[in-house]
Every structure is written in C-alpha cells, then in structure tokens.
C-alpha cells in the first residue's frame, strides 16, 4: 500500500454549522477504506484551549473519552474506535491547548535555536508535525483528520492553515472533505436549500482552500439536481457530492455512503488502486439491526438528566453503543429510558417503577449529586433480582449499598462524598491524595489501561472466557480502560467477602478489588465494574460484560 512519503491524507471539516455529524463521517470514511484493504488511523483536532477533555463538563462537551495510554479526549476518537475497530494513542489526539504547550515548551527548551517564535507558520507546522506521526506510529495508509467546529470558527483558521500547507507541499496525496448541512423548507420540507453550502465553499476558498468533496447532510437523500447545482456553484468535480441522509442506525452510514460512490472518487483522487472491497460484516450488521423487532428494556439512572427538557445523551454515549452493540449481536432492539436519580430523593418517582425494566444501569460519574436516589434504585435492583450493571461510581454505590444493607455498615459512604463517615468502605487511592491536596485535577486520575485479574466460576470469568484473554501465572488476565480516584477499601474486603459479596477482578497484585458481583444463585446477575467497559465495545465486537447483562435482562423479560 502506501507509506512515507507517499501516505494519503483526508480532512474532515464542517461547514454551515456544528453537530452534523463529522465525527461520524470520518470514521464511516476509515471503516469504507478499511474495506478496501487500506490501513486507516484516524485523528481529532478539537480547537479548545483546554490541553485535553478531561477536565471539560459532560453537560457542555459531552463524554470524556479514555485511551489505553490514559488520554482523555474528545467522544468522536470513540466513534474512530468503534467504526475502526483499533486502538488509538495520545497521538490521535490534539488540541489548541496542547499544541501551543508544545510550542512554548520547544521554544523553553531551545529548540527552535533562538529564533523568533510566531502563531504562523509555527503552530500550523507544529499540528502538521503530529498529523506525521500519528500516521507514523500507525503505520498507516491514510490518516483521516477531523477539524471540530465549523469553517467559520475563528479558532479553526490556524489549522485551515495547516490543511493549505498540506495541500501545497503534497496536492496529490492530501484530500479536503465538507460536511455541510442541507436545510429543507417548505411545505413538508421537501425543498432542499444549497446556498449555505455554497457561502461555506467560499469561506474555505477565502482560507486558501477548495474542498475535493462535499458530504451534504440532510433530512434525506440530496438528489441529483441539487447535486449537479452544487458542483456547478462550487466549482467541484463530477460525483464529488456525497448524499448524508438522517439514518436509523449510524452503523448504516458507510454503507449509505458506499451507495454514492465515496470510495471510488477518494482512491481516484488519491491516485490509489485496490481490488478489493469487503463490506460483508456492516452488511450483516446493518442486517442485524433492522430485523431486530423484539425490544429489550434498559432504564439507565444518571444525574446528567435535569437540564431542561431534553437529556444529555452525550455525556454516556459509549454506554448507549455499547448496549446497541450487545443488543443487536442477540437479535433484540434496545429500548432505553433515562432516569433522573434525584427524582427517588424527592419522591417524584417511586422506586418500584424500576420494575417494568429488563435491567438496571447505574454509569459512571463523580460527585454528590443524585448519589442517594442511585443508591435507591441499586437496591432495589439488588432485592427484586432485576439485572444490575455497575459502572466505575455504579460499582462503587453498588458497594456502599451492600455495605449498608446486607452487610450492616450503617452509614457506609466513599469518603468523596463524607470524609468523616464511620464506614468509608470507598476511599480515595493513596497517590491521589497529594494530587488532590495540591490542586492539581487535569491527567491526575487513575487512567488508561491496567489488566485485570479474573477469578475462575463468577459472572465475570464465564463473560470474558469466550472472549479477550490471556493467561499470566496460570491466572486469566483481561485489560479495561479506567477513569477514577476512588477504591474500594481494602479494610472493608473481608467484611463484604464474609457478607456475600464476590471480588471476581481484582489487579495482579491483588489490592484493588476490579469488578464485584454476587453469585448467580443469589441475583441472577448483579455486576459492577471499577473501569469503564462501554469504551472497549464495538460494534463489530460487543463487550462481553455488556451482552452478559443483556442476556440477563432478555431471560428476566421472558418470565414476567
């Protein structure tokens, strides 16, 4: 294929307006090229200041995503992951933040050899410089470049500039791509407007670019007048205009794309040649999803569900793939309802409404808010043998709750919540305190990759044995992404193993207690875990904890 100098470049960037989809058409553009028989590595741009996501609010950005090496980053490098299905790096990843730290910190160290330092070219090339060696590290083929935000943006235009340095040095090997919105008026909105795509073509032009293709994103299929006229107006190749319809499913979206020819325009424009095409496996998912009629029910209890009328999806969107990717690999149709935790404080929802549920998720988070109200639905969960699923401070608050109720820890807390409580059964980790005690919150979490070790005849083993696994000293080990402070107390360990409660993962050391569960003949499946399995579920390759929990709730349905 192709490497060095001759590695292909594709940059996605929005035009029009924000959330349409970017993020999601370069990664359907990978998993097409993928298809194709081409290594693909993808990469974010995000134009904040911030040097990473993680210390951004899930209710104004959205979910921080975690990589293996511990980057916290923004929800689209999830999408690249899932619709890719590889592993991404720190690399991957970039922000205006951190490239102007590199910057400063080169210029600290003398690297630029005395000379003065300017916004232009320096950050540009800076940007350039790690778009090189992502696809470096990789290995790759063709590396796609999201730009967040739109063309626009004033914060965007140093990386327009980046794109326009590409573009001049390697015209034959750099590709621009528009994601630009197509409104429809009128009268049952079937009138599809081109002009705001139009002016965003001219925006780019007066950057010093000009898009290759266009994706137009629209309620439906843009049709061939609409795209004749915008090649026409825009001055753009014949079958550079690639429809983007509303769809069902965003796993449809490669194959939507597939339809209009994408691959074959990019690997024309890239001068690149392959034989091969091989969709087989989003065909069948694609399958998969819309024969799915049957539902399974999922009620997930979160705080991030009170800020107006409408909920913050984003902040769990890997939790909801990873359930759609579970539900869809055993034929069913998840049906989720969002539940405000602090409704169960105040009493405007009863506990029992838990009941019509198939199973019960309380995801992950951090502080105070609606903490008693998750602690109510875990309980009830646990008692009326509803499946439960944990995840991070859902396995922590499913401990606080055993310790209360079964193992008779009154007043049980994580000291995040009550630092003087009588039974801090959660506590923080000891490297933490000093981080905390400092100030010092950005990148000082327990992040990233650690391996787990798996005991022989739980929950958990029997999930993962068919799955990811390897053996160290005879012992299975598994490896989950994690993004926390707090523990389980190793104090408390032999109080809730003599009370029933199992450590079925646990490090390899054996200090920090991983998952905790009962066994199956006490609660048909009661599981927390103290990473985050929703950011290793692909659609391709569900998590196995996930289709456990969901084969549980299928059981429960088929009884009531």
């Given amino acids: 294929m192709t490497h060095g100098n001759n590695r292909k470049y594709i940059f996605v960037v929005g035009g029009v307006m924000s959330s349409v989809g970017k993020g999601v058409a370069a990664a359907s553009i990978g998993a097409i090229l993928q298809g194709k ?52 790096t720190r690399t991957n990843y970039m922000t205006t933040g951190s490239i102007y730290l590199r910057v400063i910190q080169k210029e600290r160290n003398l690297e630029y050899k005395g000379r003065c330092v300017h916004v232009v070219p320096d950050i540009p090339l ?4 790690q778009i090189k060696k992502a696809g470096e590290e990789a290995d790759a083929d063709i590396v796609i470049i999201e730009v ?33 919105y197509i409104p429809a008026l009128g009268v049952g909105g079937n009138e599809l407007k081109t002009k705001p795509t139009q002016h965003a073509v001219r925006f780019l032009n007066g950057s010093g670019l000009h898009p290759d293709m266009v994706l137009a994103r ?62 087989k496996e989003w065909k069948e998912l694609s399958r998969k999803i819309h024969a799915a009629t049957e539902t399974v029910k999922v009620g997930i209890v979160g705080k991030y569900f009170d800020t107006g009328n409408f909920v913050l999806s984003d902040a769990y969107i890997s939790v909801i793939e990873a359930i759609k990717h579970s539900a869809y690999s055993l034929g069913k149709r998840p049906e989720l309802t969002w539940i405000n935790s602090k409704d169960f404080e105040t009493g405007e929802k009863d506990d029992s409404m838990l009941k019509d549920f198939d199973g019960i998720i309380v995801p992950g988070g951090f502080g105070e808010s609606g903490i008693e109200g998750k602690i109510k639905a875990i309980e009830y969960a646990r008692v009326n043998k509803i499946p439960y699923f944990g995840l991070c401070y ?12 079964v193992a008779g820890l009154e007043g049980a807390n994580t000291t995040e919540i009550n630092k003087d409580g009588p039974h801090p059964v959660i506590d923080i980790m000891p490297e933490q305190k000093k981080h905390m005690a400092e100030g010092k919150y950005g990148a000082t979490m327990r992040l990233g990759a650690y391996p787990c070790m798996l005991e022989e005849g739980t929950i958990a083993y029997a999930s993962y044995v068919k799955s990811q696994k390897s053996k160290v000293n005879g012992r299975v080990s598994i490896s989950e992404r994690h993004r926390h402070r707090f523990e389980v107390n190793p104090e408390y360990i032999p109080q809730l ?13 054996g200090v920090l207690m991983e998952i905790a569960e009962l066994p199956t003949s006490v609660h048909p499946f009661f599981l927390g875990t103290q990473f985050h399995p929703e950011l290793k579920s692909r659609p391709l390759a569900p998590h196995p904890l996930f289709t456990a929990f969901l084969k549980a709730g299928i059981e429960r349905s088929k009884e009531k």
């Avoid at 800076?126 to 410089?129: D, G």
Wanted: aromatic content about 8%.
């Fill in 37 to 88: 028989g081409f290594k693909v590595t993808a990469m974010k741009i995000d134009p904040y200041v911030n040097v990473d996501a993680g210390t951004m609010n899930p209710t104004e950005h959205g979910e921080v995503f975690v990589l293996d090496d511990g980057m916290e980053c923004d929800q689209d490098m999830g999408n690249y992951e899932r619709f890719l299905g590889i592993d991404l």
């Fill in 126 to 129: 800076a940007a350039i410089e």
């Fill in 148 to 180: 967040g935000g739109t063309v626009g943006d004033y914060q965007n235009v140093l990386y327009l500039e980046a794109v326009r340095f590409m573009k001049f040095e390697q015209p034959e090997d750099t590709l621009l791509v528009l994601v630009s």
């Fill in 218 to 279: 629209s309620s439906g299929s843009i049709d061939d007048k609409r795209k004749e006229k915008l090649e026409y107006m825009c001055g753009l190749a014949k079958g550079s205009i690639v429809s983007a319809p509303d769809v069902e499913s965003i796993y449809d979206i490669p194959l939507n794309f597939e339809k209009d020819h994408l691959s074959d325009f990019i690997l024309k424009k890239l001068a690149l040649h392959s034989d091969t095409e091989d969709l």
């Fill in 394 to 405: 859902g396995m922590q608050l499913a401990t606080i709750e055993y310790a209360r109720h």
């Fill in 497 to 509: 193993e003599k009370a029933g409660l199992v450590f079925s993962g646990k490090s390899p050391d």
